[in-house]
């Protein structure tokens, strides 16, 4: 880990990138034809809003190799031809290197790979790259980095999220010293719990190309879970203490399937409403369990692009903003929404009800066009939670609803000068369609229509000295018109981290109130404030 007197510019690690499934012979050929396998793909095109027919307007993405390069100094590590694991390689790697695997060369046509594909086998080649990487980046003597100090972060798309995953997560498949080298994982739009089409998961018995890869089950196997755990029917479990560091882990999710055109757009049919075109939204997220069944979600962020194409997740300045922030960042909000009550239409109070409630939010750092968030209903992002949750015991873990997660960086102030922190937080909650003892009840419906819906601005101050406490001042849209005075109040610390909370209310019935949690935290070890030295928090936006 980084020392505590390093520079945060300097203190970055090789970045692994791990690419998606390749279908057919053409798309393995196509992946082995390019150097960085998807990672350099820009866009120039942004999907303000989810009507196709309206156009999309210009938005120049370069792609992520190329704002890595810009951004934060990194480079490839292609010398003379030759890949790190090529023999005669001899290139000298900086540990700001970005390297491809390349797992599919061995089954591409087009080199002579004559392999089949095997996760288990791509699993345990990444574990022979990590260390092959590390004995590179040791070896050059400008790094000044010996091998116990060496670490690497894991960015995979799709189906490469799941290499990943069975490396971290089975012993079996890959050095332990390679796994205690990995300092973050982030995935895009990966299957963690496999891949339903027309609301069935893809059968095990589906081995015309290697379909039945995306079987839950067979993932299970691949990520050593026991019995127990396999009972839960799910594969997006990390074992809390046995596995990778969930608090290490992020999860970036699509929402848009309209366009995504593979297989001339049959994908998005069969995988339908609430996926980003192959990947269902609620199977590409993560989930923390410790011994006693506890689940903890892993830090999310949605974005409303497809799961590939011209409006893809890999090529968005949406996930970038999230990865480049997770990766370098200097403060981890974790958002949560505690529901005391809600309130029912007073013409069916008293009566056997059953509703869904669905909660967004989106996120937006100051002077932004983009959210690093985006959870709405027309979507099919939102949080869900039955009136029957929301209504059980006081205390009942189901009425806390996680929103997600957001990271923030120092580097990315727009106003350099200003210590603070302000972003935007809008946060909804739907009017549900109520059912009367099994009945739609339509008679005061209105399609669309809140509960409750106000903009929360939110402006963080870092602590002066090491003695200091972080404060905060806030204020609802609807609220204050004028901007706030300097009114910073402190926040307390529990089980070391700064806690907001910020209470929101409905003025009539139907109804619901409740807390939004803030859960703010330094990430990264950048080492701790000094007087006069803004070290945790910045202006992001």
């Known amino acids: 880990m980084p020392n505590p007197s390093q520079d945060p510019e300097k203190a970055r690690y090789p970045i692994i990138y791990v690419r998606g499934y390749a279908m057919t012979d053409g798309e393995k050929d196509e992946t082995a034809a390019d150097p960085f396998c998807g990672f350099n793909a820009g866009s120039t095109v942004y999907r303000a809003v989810s009507d196709r027919t309206k156009p999309a307007q210009r938005f120049v993405f370069e792609s992520p190799v190329v704002r890595l390069m810009k951004d934060f100094g990194y480079s490839n590590v292609y010398e003379n031809g030759l890949d790190i694991l090529d023999d005669g390689y001899e290139g000298q790697i900086p540990p700001t290197s970005i390297i491809i695997y390349r797992y599919y060369d061995d089954t ?24 092959r990487l590390r004995d590179q980046v040791c070896a050059n003597a400008l790094n000044c980095m010996p091998p116990e100090n060496f670490r690497c972060y894991l ?42 089409m027309a609301g069935m998961n893809v059968p095990s018995w589906l081995s015309a190309w290697d379909m039945n890869t995306f079987n839950r089950y067979k993932l299970m196997g691949l990520f050593g879970y026991d019995e127990a755990l396999r009972k839960r029917g799910r594969s997006d479990y990390l074992r809390n203490g046995q596995d990778f560091d969930a608090r290490r882990c992020f999860c970036m999710v699509g929402s848009n399937r309209s366009d995504y055109h593979t297989a001339m757009g049959l994908s998005r049919t069969f995988a339908g409403h609430g996926s980003d075109g192959l990947v269902r939204i609620e199977n590409a997220c993560l989930c923390d369990i410790d011994r006693t069944g506890m689940e903890t979600p892993v830090a999310t962020a949605y974005t409303y692009r497809s799961h590939s194409g011209f409006f893809g997740i890999v090529n968005s300045e949406e996930a970038y903003q999230n990865l480049t922030r997770f990766l370098f960042g200097d403060v981890r909000v974790d958002i949560f929404a505690r529901v005391d009550r809600v309130t029912l239409p007073p013409a069916i109070q008293g009566k056997d009800v059953d509703a869904l409630y669905q909660f967004e939010v989106l996120a937006s750092p100051r002077g932004k066009p983009w959210f690093l968030t985006r959870r709405v209903a027309e979507e099919d992002s939102v949080a869900c939670r039955s009136h029957a949750e929301l209504t059980g015991a006081p205390g009942d873990a189901r009425r806390t609803v996680y929103l997600s997660s957001v990271f923030l960086a120092n580097r990315s102030r727009v106003d350099k000068n200003r210590a603070s922190l302000s972003y935007s937080i809008t946060f909804g909650a739907r009017v549900p369609d109520y059912k009367v003892d099994r009945i739609l009840w339509l008679d005061q419906h209105y399609e669309g229509s809140y509960l409750y819906r106000d903009t929360l601005i939110v402006e963080l101050l870092p602590p002066a000295t090491p003695d200091d406490s972080w404060k905060v001042r806030y204020r609802w849209q609807s609220q204050a018109a004028a901007p706030i005075e300097d009114d910073y109040k402190p926040m307390p610390l529990v089980d070391g981290k700064a806690v907001l909370e910020v209470g929101f209310a409905s003025a009539s019935n139907p109804g619901i109130a409740g807390t939004l949690v803030f859960n703010v935290s330094a990430w990264n070890d950048w080492g701790a404030p000094a007087p006069g030295r803004v070290v945790a928090m910045g202006h992001d936006g």
């Open 155 to 196: 960015v995979a798309h799709s189906m490469g999220g799941l290499v990943c995953r069975a490396f971290l997560q089975n012993p079996d498949l890959g050095d332990g010293k390679a796994r205690a080298t990995v300092d973050k994982f982030f995935t895009y739009a990966t299957p963690h719990n496999g891949i339903d």
């Open 108 to 131: 591409a046509p087009l080199l002579g790979g004559k392999q089949a594909p095997s996760l288990e086998r791509f699993a345990k080649g990444l574990s022979d790259l990590i260390l």
